[in-house]
């Protein structure tokens, strides 16, 4: 059973903090990692997708690979209360499966 | 424009009764997909069509059938609705198979079965 866990959270930070939401997934021939973005009521939204160990950066987000630890997070910098939102995660695994294994989201909360 | 339109945006029916759900992307995607997303926001695949094409189906109950006149439009029906079929459906489709780049999501369509 591939699996990929996210602490539900909520996760509450001040505004102007850096947020860090983390995923860990089971399947170590996983290949690559996405990071979704969903307000309450609305559909998922693609923020980032990472395939190779390191950081990869995009305005204020950052999304950092580990593959040996099998993790993958994703940073927010400077967070604004806009920032609000459930944050899925998936992954896609090995072996011409074309399904991706979706977390269950970690709520953020950036209180002003 | 909307890129990845799903109509209708809500749906109350009675247990029993036969729905349809439209889902059409101007994308130029080749693959779309059906996901349900229930109370606990676990979003699980149900359906994958490339260029008209069923490349996944997953457990889904033989009640749903999707349905794909082209590679833009997506549909899904539903026989004979359940209590346990009320949750949130998502259409999506990414441009490649598998969507090595992501997906785009509808707007999604809440189905409520009283």
């Known amino acids: 059973q591939k699996e990929v866990e996210q602490n539900s959270g909520p996760l509450s930070v001040p505004e102007g903090a850096i947020a860090s939401l983390n995923c860990t997934y089971s399947d170590r021939g996983s290949q690559s990692f996405f990071w979704y973005r969903q307000y309450s009521g609305k559909s998922p939204e693609l923020i980032m997708f990472?395939?190779?160990?390191g950081d990869k950066e995009d305005g204020r987000f950052t999304a950092q690979l580990n593959k040996a630890s099998q993790y993958v997070s994703l940073l927010i910098r400077d967070s604004q209360p806009s920032d609000s939102a459930t944050y899925l995660c998936a992954v896609f695994t090995s072996g011409g499966s074309y399904i991706p294994t979706f977390g269950r989201g970690t709520s953020l909360i950036v209180h002003p | 424009d909307t890129a990845v339109s799903q109509t209708p945006k809500y749906l109350v029916t009675q247990m029993g009764n036969d729905k349809s759900i439209k889902c059409e992307q101007n994308l130029g995607h080749d693959t779309m997909y059906w996901y349900k997303q229930d109370s606990k926001k676990f979003l699980k695949i149900m359906f994958s069509y490339n260029n008209k094409e069923l490349i996944i189906n997953e457990t889904v109950p033989n009640r749903f059938s999707p349905k794909s006149p082209d590679k833009a439009h997506l549909n899904l029906h539903i026989n004979s609705l359940e209590l346990g079929d009320s949750a949130v459906y998502f259409c999506a489709s990414s441009q490649f198979r598998g969507g090595d780049y992501g997906y785009t999501f509808g707007s999604g369509t809440r189905l409520t079965v009283v």
């Open positions: 990472i395939y190779s160990n």
